[in-house]
């Protein structure tokens, strides 16, 4: 009779955990916002003041970290008009806007043809934020005293 000779081995578990993606910076934010064709240079700066004034984020240690307010009103927003939060609208909405200002579209047709959907989405929306619960609890205090606009 034959004998198998095994080989012993050793086996180390070890707990692994999923990271989280890095949080944005100025750099990283506007680096990400290029890449996607959201936006302009000269309106990175003004989108950065935008989230930082309206307390939807804080800086801390460089980084952008949002705020409870900044995580309701993006819920609220994205639930109810997510077509205007998809990155390939944003950016086709870019390159329309470049059609305007060569002078190959109007910009009161852009407007209608906007405007005539999102009109009827707002009346949709608005009887949903009546009965969403985020808006049965007082916002943190933060948010009101530093001035961002509850709805």
């Known amino acids: 009779m034959r004998r198998r000779l095994w080989k012993k081995i050793s086996v180390a578990s070890e707990q692994k955990f999923t990271q989280p993606p890095p949080r944005f910076n100025e750099a990283s934010l506007v680096k990400t916002l290029e890449e996607r064709g959201i936006g302009r ?3 990175y700066a003004s989108i950065i003041n935008t989230i930082q004034d309206r307390d939807y984020v804080k800086k801390i240690d460089k980084k952008f970290v949002p705020t409870e307010i900044g995580t309701v009103v993006t819920g609220l927003l994205v639930k109810n008009f997510p077509y205007i939060f998809d990155l390939l609208y944003t ?3 870019e390159s ?5 200002e060569d002078g190959q579209e109007k910009w009161t047709d852009l407007l209608n043809g906007f405007y005539d959907y999102f009109e009827e989405e707002l ?7 009546k009965t969403s619960s985020a808006w ?8 009101t005293s530093a001035g961002a606009r509850c709805f």
């Open 91 to 93: 950016a086709k909405l």
């Open 96 to 100: 329309e806007l470049d059609a305007v």
């Open 136 to 143: 049965s609890t007082r916002p943190p205090r933060s948010a």
């Open 41 to 43: 240079p000269s309106t």
């Open 123 to 129: 009346v949709v929306a608005a009887g949903r934020w």
